[in-house]
């Protein structure tokens, strides 16, 4: 069963937060397309020498991390850009094609809606899915995973997710405060696939 961890991906932390995540579904069979994890650069031994004589980077940095990983925490912190390594400006039309790659494939999206709105990047994943799903029945639901004390203490009232993207959301899926629920729900989808026919067991 493949899934789509939809989040906001622009702090350190929030990355690290879905890739342990992530983790977790690994550890229970599950193929999480992750978008933060799916761009490393090919970064050559000769580039890193060059960000080592530049001071971008240290032999002992080199030592304990891939290279790929240190780079793209350079490019994130924008001390770094793609073009000044010799590899192409990672755009929004590379973005797109392999996000769009990764929603197409997935049989179901776990969305992180923590945060005073749903992250815009999050809600047109949760869109593209839900409209792929209405003519593809291997595409099973949405589970939206709301951490944010903010949201949790009001259930009631919709988490605080603007309506239309909880409509959607609760169209085919549903908002969870456990990850250990989320887990459940993709096991019981992923049971569903197999006796449709539409995964190997």
Partial sequence: ???????????PYVRDYISRHAQVLRD??????????????????????ALVEQGLLTQQQLDQQSASELVLELLREGKLRLEDIGLPRLGPETIFEKDMEGVS?????????????????TACEIGIFYGLSRKDPAKKGIAGFM?????????????????????????????????????????????????EGHGAP
């Fill in 1 to 11: 069963m493949k899934i789509y961890f939809a989040g906001p991906l622009f702090t």
């Fill in 105 to 121: 494939e997935a049989n179901a999206v776990v969305a992180l809606l923590d945060g005073t709105q749903v992250d815009d990047g």
């Fill in 147 to 195: 951490t944010d004390s903010r949201g949790v203490r009001k259930p009631q009232h919709g988490y605080g997710i603007n309506m239309f993207v909880l409509g959607v959301i609760d169209e085919i899926g549903q908002v969870f405060v456990d990850f250990e629920d989320v887990v459940k729900q993709l096991k019981e989808w992923e049971r569903e696939l197999q006796e």
């Fill in 28 to 49: 229970n069979g599950i193929d999480p397309f992750v978008p933060h994890e799916s761009f490393q650069p090919d970064v050559t031994p000769e580039m890193a020498s």
